[in-house]
């Protein structure tokens, strides 16, 4: 957390190859130079709007890519949460943004999330049943959060389902 009580989240992209290539726009490119290198950073309040955001394409295949850093300053008045891949897949997918920059947007969705809930929910004010509830949104959503899982089971149990095993799309298993 900053002085000012925001948050900033920050994903950073490098790829490499452990070969030489030869680039349609760049020529040679050496073993080990970078593709790809950019960066993008969203500052956050605690319920996850965002005050500000930054990227930079420092290295990329072609030497118009970095204008599309200027386009995720359109994240400023968003809020992370349920829609949100789908809200950043219409203002930033395709000709409006670059793949790489919008899709480190779901993992600093997940980070924020992660970082920032438990903080809150740990505070001193923070109310004992807080700190220890379970997001609506979590049961089911991996597997470490199964219904019929070991965790669900222990740590809160009235979202716990018999312990049956099911495929993917929730059939039987036999």
């Not at 359109?74 to 809200?87: A, D, H, S, T, Y």
């Not at 920032?116 to 923070?126: K, L, V």
């Not at 220890?132 to 049961?139: A, E, G, I, Q």
Request: hydrophobic residues 35%; aromatic residues 8%; charged residues 25%.
């Amino acid at each position: 957390m900053r002085s000012d009580g925001l948050w900033d989240i920050e994903a950073k992209l490098c790829d490499t190859k452990t070969h030489d290539l030869v680039s349609v726009a760049k020529g040679e490119i050496k073993a080990g130079t970078p593709i790809h290198l950019m960066w993008l950073r969203i500052t956050l309040d605690d319920t996850l709007k965002i005050h500000d955001a930054q990227a930079q394409t420092e290295a990329a295949p072609f030497h118009i890519c970095p204008q599309a850093a200027e386009h995720y300053r359109g994240l400023v008045g968003m809020r992370i949460g349920p829609g949100w891949n789908k809200m950043v897949r219409a203002k930033f997918g395709g000709k409006f943004g670059c793949t790489h920059l919008t899709e480190m947007l779901s993992v600093m969705a997940t980070v924020a999330i992660q970082t920032i809930y438990p903080y809150r929910n740990m505070q001193p004010d923070s109310p004992e049943e807080a700190r220890m509830r379970l997001h609506p949104s979590l049961p089911n959503s991996c597997y470490g959060f199964a219904r019929d899982g070991e965790i669900i089971r222990r740590y809160w149990p009235e979202y716990a389902e018999p312990n049956a095993a099911q495929a993917n799309d929730g059939s039987k298993i036999d």
